[in-house]
Nanobody, 117 residues
Framework: QVQLVESGGGLVQPGGSLRISCAASGSIFGIYFLGWYRQAPGKQRELVAGINTGGSTNYADSVKGRFTISRDNAKNTVYLQMNSLKPEDTAVYYC???????????WGQGTQVTVSS
């Protein structure tokens, strides 16, 4: 089992920045993908950014150039640096992990990010 705990969400003004974190614990050996997803009220959950063990990253078009995903393997933590935030970035942000040999998706409990003046 893998446990994922997100932190760092909050209220930020448009144009501001925020960094959210996701700490992985438990049976973390074999994790090959860590990703950030978000879900706004009334909308489907969507991929924001992902990173694999090789360090390759991918981003949703809506956040390219503004968000950066990174991972600290020593701390078993993945980060999402969010700059130039917009009101449409308001959502609950979730962390997801995938492991080799498992079809199960591990999810965190989510952290709320609200962009508003």
């Amino acid at each position: 089992q893998v446990q994922l705990v997100e932190s760092g969400g909050g209220l930020v003004q448009p144009g501001g920045s925020l960094r959210i974190s996701c700490a992985a614990s438990g049976s973390i050996f074999g994790i090959y993908f860590l990703g950030w997803y978000r879900q706004a009220p009334g909308k489907q959950r969507e991929l924001v950014a992902g990173i694999n063990t090789g360090g390759s990253t991918n981003y949703a078009d809506s956040v390219k150039g503004r968000f950066t995903i990174s991972r600290d393997n020593a701390k078993n933590t993945v980060y999402l640096q969010m700059n130039s935030l917009k009101p449409e970035d308001t959502a609950v942000y979730y962390c997801k992990a995938l492991k080799h040999g498992e079809r199960y998706e591990y999810w965190g409990q989510g952290t709320q990010v609200t962009v508003s003046s």
